[in-house]
């Protein structure tokens, strides 16, 4: 009994968090417009922006590959699958560029909770 309250309190804070999420991001982006967006990105030179998109897809591997070392030397055996989206929810949650979000501030310790909850 107390499992299945566990659970469904599990995924209603869930669902409440991507309704929380849903509504900031359209504050967030309510004054910009797709065409901006487009025509800020057309302007850049081609190089800078594979390089850029280069840069971040490293970026992905180099935090996948320190929480595997990290799991292999803690010997904890975790699904290839598991690890990467682990690494990737931390890093798309704490590591980006400082904002309005209190977890940029303490990202060293939000993105290692983020791992290990997950």
């Known amino acids: 009994?107390?499992?299945?309250?566990?659970?469904?309190?599990?995924?209603?804070?869930?669902?409440?968090?991507?309704?929380a999420a849903i509504f900031v991001l359209y504050r967030e982006l309510e004054n910009t417009r797709l065409i901006d967006v487009v025509g800020s990105?057309?302007?850049?030179?081609?190089?800078?922006?594979?390089?850029?998109?280069?840069?971040?897809?490293?970026?992905?591997?180099?935090?996948?590959?320190?929480?595997?070392?990290?799991?292999?030397?803690?010997?904890?055996?975790?699904?290839?699958r598991e690890t990467l989206f682990a690494s990737f929810i931390s890093f798309t949650c704490c590591f980006r560029r400082k904002s309005r979000s209190a977890s940029t501030n303490f990202s060293v310790f939000t993105s290692s909770l983020r791992r290990f909850l997950c």
């Open 1 to 19: 009994m107390m499992q299945k309250t566990v659970n469904r309190l599990t995924i209603a804070v869930a669902v409440a968090m991507f309704f």
């Open 41 to 80: 990105l057309e302007a850049l030179p081609k190089t800078r922006v594979i390089f850029a998109v280069a840069l971040t897809a490293a970026s992905y591997l180099l935090l996948t590959g320190y929480d595997f070392l990290a799991l292999s030397y803690a010997d904890h055996k975790l699904r290839s």
